[in-house]
């Protein structure tokens, strides 16, 4: 294989999953880099469903060595309990390896999340509410507790005396909600001390090693460019970097390793949470979309709420391509498509308030929400896709769909999904060692 970086191309719950695990089949070392239990990654195997909020989908491949990195949020408790869940259905998990460094979601985190977004009133973000952007916001005040910490009773216990009381003066003034008690949070962070620590190491040595060792690495990133902290639709993006770039901080690698980045996005949109979203579809098309397909239905995997559903947006995904470095792409979910008699595509967006056309998301981040979409019309195919597995069986329209979307994006599409398993995979150019974006020369 190579080194790879798997990133969503749109607003998160891409289908990455199913890339990634693809992929894992020939990892030796799957990554995670960022975010934390906000996430949620299915998988189907065999008829088989397994979905993952912070391990990565890497252990479903004995012998793969998975790593918590340290850019990750980690909540003890739902580590715990994910893995006790993976135990019980067979999994091995002695591949399993956190970083020391990554930071430790606490239970005022989780107050706060819930506390400030129904403050925001209608600036509301929609976030999960897994305490994902106080705990990044702790690390960032250089306030955060990370695993290192959880493991030294002593460093725990002086970190939580002074950090409870300050916490409590906010859920107390702020939100008028009960304080917490530092002893007690202490005995119980305790306790999953004592579950975690055989997996807690530093992650980045080991992944220097594999390195050296010309293993195969996989990088899973987690949501999506669009919810990027630094390159998404800020204020309504998680608090992480899910791009390509936060593989390196993330992972504690630098960009040398990296061989290959792989985008995945699905062949229309969807978005959970608050934020613009200049294709989404209120009418019948958005509930077509969202309907399609038991095995694809369209709520969030972590909070259950039905996703925003749209058509593919190019001008975004032109934005995915160029601040990824994408060399290619994977389309997931082609065969949600299979009903519709037309498809349209956003190639553009008009200003509603100066009537402008712009082709490439504005830069200033505001007028995104004035952006409206300009839609190029392509006939849908009216058959199922969903045996097809090669991109000569596909329907001819859906090849010219296709073929639209890789030229504007000049991006070549290698992967296309047209179901949740494994096998309804098309490969149309192999996602490692085809033909890729040439984006520098060197000399
Ligand atoms: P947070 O990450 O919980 O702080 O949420 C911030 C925003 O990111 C909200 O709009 C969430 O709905 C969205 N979000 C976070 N994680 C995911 C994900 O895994 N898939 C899709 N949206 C997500």
Same mark, same amino acid.
């Given at each position: 294989?190579?080194?790879?970086?798997v990133?969503?191309a749109?607003f998160?719950?891409?289908?990455?999953?199913?890339?990634?695990?693809?992929?894992?089949?020939?990892?030796?070392?799957?990554?995670?880099?960022?975010?934390?239990?906000?996430a949620?990654?299915?998988?189907?195997?065999?008829?088989?469903?397994?979905?993952?909020?912070?391990?990565p989908?890497?252990?479903?491949?004995?012998?793969?060595v998975?790593?918590?990195?340290?850019?990750?949020?980690? +909540?003890?408790?739902?580590?715990?309990?994910? @893995?006790k869940?993976?135990?019980?259905?067979? !999994?091995?998990?002695?591949?399993?390896?956190? #970083?020391?460094?990554?930071?430790?979601?606490?239970?005022?985190h989780?107050?706060?999340d819930?506390?400030?977004?129904?403050? %925001?009133?209608?600036?509301?973000?929609?976030?999960?509410?897994?305490?994902?952007?106080?705990?990044?916001?702790?690390?960032?005040?250089?306030?955060?507790? %990370?695993?290192?910490?959880?493991?030294?009773?002593?460093? @725990?216990?002086?970190?939580?005396d002074? @950090?409870?009381?300050?916490?409590?003066v906010?859920?107390?003034r702020?939100?008028?909600?009960?304080?917490?008690?530092?002893?007690?949070?202490? *005995?119980?962070?305790? *306790?999953?001390a004592?579950? @975690?620590?055989?997996?807690?190491?530093?992650t980045?040595?080991?992944?220097f090693?594999?390195?050296?060792?010309?293993?195969?690495?996989?990088?899973?990133? /987690?949501?999506?460019?669009? !919810?990027?902290? +630094?390159?998404?639709?800020?204020?309504?993006?998680? &608090? #992480?970097?899910?791009?390509?770039?936060? /593989?390196?901080?993330?992972?504690?690698?630098?960009?040398?390793?990296?061989d290959?980045?792989?985008?995945? #996005?699905k /062949?229309?949109?969807? %978005?959970?949470? *608050?934020?613009?979203?200049?294709?989404?579809?209120?009418?019948e098309a958005?509930?077509? !979309?969202?309907?399609?397909?038991?095995?694809?239905?369209?709520?969030?995997?972590?909070?259950?709420?039905?996703?925003?559903?749209?058509?593919?947006?190019?001008?975004?995904?032109?934005?995915?391509?160029?601040?990824?470095?994408?060399?290619?792409? /994977?389309?997931?979910?082609?065969?949600?498509?299979?009903?519709?008699?037309?498809?349209?595509?956003?190639?553009?967006?008009?200003?509603?308030?100066?009537?402008?056309?712009?082709?490439?998301?504005?830069?200033?981040? &505001?007028?995104?929400?004035?952006?409206?979409?300009?839609?190029?019309?392509?006939?849908?195919?009216?058959? #199922?896709?969903? &045996?097809?597995?090669?991109?000569?069986?596909?329907?001819?329209?859906?090849?010219?769909? !296709?073929?639209?979307?890789?030229?504007?994006?000049?991006?070549?599409?290698a992967?296309? &999904?047209?179901?949740?398993?494994?096998?309804?995979?098309?490969?149309? *150019?192999?996602?490692?060692?085809?033909?890729?974006?040439?984006?520098?020369?060197?000399?």
């Amino acid at each position: 294989m190579a080194n790879v970086v798997v990133v969503g191309a749109q607003f998160g719950d891409e289908g990455k999953a199913k890339v990634t695990d693809l992929l894992a089949k020939n990892a030796d070392v799957v990554v995670r880099y960022q975010g934390g239990c906000n996430a949620g990654h299915t998988v189907v195997v065999d008829g088989n469903t397994y979905k993952f909020q912070l391990i990565p989908s890497g252990i479903l491949y004995k012998g793969t060595v998975c790593i918590l990195g340290p850019g990750m949020v980690i +909540d003890p408790k739902q580590f715990l309990e994910e @893995l006790k869940n993976l135990k019980a259905r067979g !999994l091995d998990a002695s591949g399993l390896r956190m #970083s020391a460094g990554a930071h430790v979601t606490m239970p005022y985190h989780l107050a706060i999340d819930s506390a400030e977004e129904t403050s %925001r009133g209608e600036f509301k973000i929609g976030t999960t509410k897994r305490g994902i952007g106080p705990t990044y916001a702790d690390k960032c005040a250089r306030t955060g507790i %990370r695993v290192e910490d959880l493991l030294d009773r002593k460093v @725990l216990k002086a970190k939580l005396d002074w @950090l409870v009381p300050n916490k409590n003066v906010v859920l107390e003034r702020l939100y008028n909600l009960p304080p917490f008690k530092a002893s007690e949070i202490l *005995e119980e962070y305790s *306790e999953y001390a004592k579950q @975690l620590a055989q997996y807690v190491c530093d992650t980045s040595a080991i992944i220097f090693q594999s390195v050296q060792e010309r293993k195969n690495i996989l990088f899973e990133g /987690a949501q999506g460019t669009l !919810l990027d902290l +630094d390159h998404g639709s800020y204020p309504y993006v998680t &608090s #992480s970097s899910p791009s390509a770039g936060g /593989a390196c901080t993330g992972a504690g690698i630098g960009p040398t390793i990296i061989d290959r980045v792989i985008g995945v #996005s699905k /062949a229309y949109m969807t %978005r959970v949470g *608050e934020g613009p979203f200049p294709t989404e579809q209120t009418g019948e098309a958005g509930e077509k !979309l969202r309907q399609t397909g038991k095995a694809w239905a369209e709520v969030g995997v972590v909070t259950g709420r039905p996703r925003r559903c749209g058509w593919f947006d190019c001008v975004l995904a032109r934005y995915a391509v160029r601040v990824n470095g994408l060399d290619c792409l /994977a389309i997931t979910k082609l065969d949600v498509l299979d009903e519709f008699d037309e498809i349209k595509v956003c190639v553009a967006y008009r200003n509603l308030e100066t009537g402008e056309t712009h082709n490439e998301l504005p830069s200033i981040g &505001s007028s995104f929400s004035k952006m409206e979409a300009i839609y190029k019309s392509f006939p849908g195919w009216k058959k #199922s896709t969903s &045996s097809c597995r090669s991109s000569k069986e596909l329907p001819k329209e859906a090849q010219n769909y !296709l073929n639209f979307l890789a030229d504007d994006l000049n991006c070549p599409i290698a992967i296309v &999904s047209v179901g949740p398993k494994r096998d309804q995979t098309i490969i149309i *150019e192999d996602p490692i060692h085809g033909p890729k974006r040439v984006l520098t020369r060197a000399g």
